[in-house]
């Protein structure tokens, strides 16, 4: 079974830092008027890219079924399944995660990943992450996860592609 890539939309696909010198191109549909204002940031040669690293790809993102709406027609992705977070949602974390966690750090996405993973190995792609959500994930969750920060100025780059290939390689496929 394939590893699964949970994937955050603002910050790693839109990045936040310095605009382009131009607007990439995209896959159709336009987006509608009103839609997100930096979505011309979003390269479309991500959808190959992340579909080529050999893991079930996953939304982990507040934007819901709108990535598949706006963000895959775009990437040139199929419809992707979506992680549906707990009903409390960011802003109620007493239900689903313990104060002394949330204290420490933990962002509120990394328990429920852990969940929706079902001990599957996983990659979690996000400009949120810190150091108490990786300690989470390895002492909490029963299979390797690699939970890769992506610096939210830039967006996904050649560094980020190269460490999740190694991981997949390693964690996944067995080799060095």
């Avoid at 995209?26 to 992340?50: E, I, N, Q, T």
Wanted: hydrophobic share 40%.
């Amino acid at each position: 079974m394939r590893p699964l890539l949970f994937l955050d939309v603002d910050g790693p696909l839109i990045p936040f830092g310095a605009p382009p010198s131009y607007t990439y191109p995209s896959h159709p549909p336009v987006p509608p008027p009103g839609s997100h204002p930096l979505l011309y940031r979003v390269d479309p040669a991500h959808g190959p890219r992340l579909a080529a690293l050999g893991c079930e790809l996953v939304w982990a993102t507040t934007w819901g079924d709108e990535a598949n709406e706006i963000m895959a027609p775009r990437l040139g992705l199929p419809p992707l399944p979506v992680v549906d977070w707990p009903e409390e949602g960011p802003g109620d974390l007493a239900d689903w995660a313990d104060l002394e966690n949330v204290r420490a750090g933990l962002h509120w996405k990394t328990r429920p990943l852990s969940v929706w993973a079902g001990g599957r190995p996983y990659v979690w792609l996000d400009d949120e992450i810190g150091p108490a959500d990786r300690a989470w994930a390895t002492a909490h969750h029963p299979a390797p996860a690699l939970l890769h920060r992506v610096d939210p100025r830039t967006g996904l780059g050649d560094a980020d592609y190269t460490a999740v290939t190694a991981w997949v390689d390693q964690v996944a496929y067995g080799s060095d």
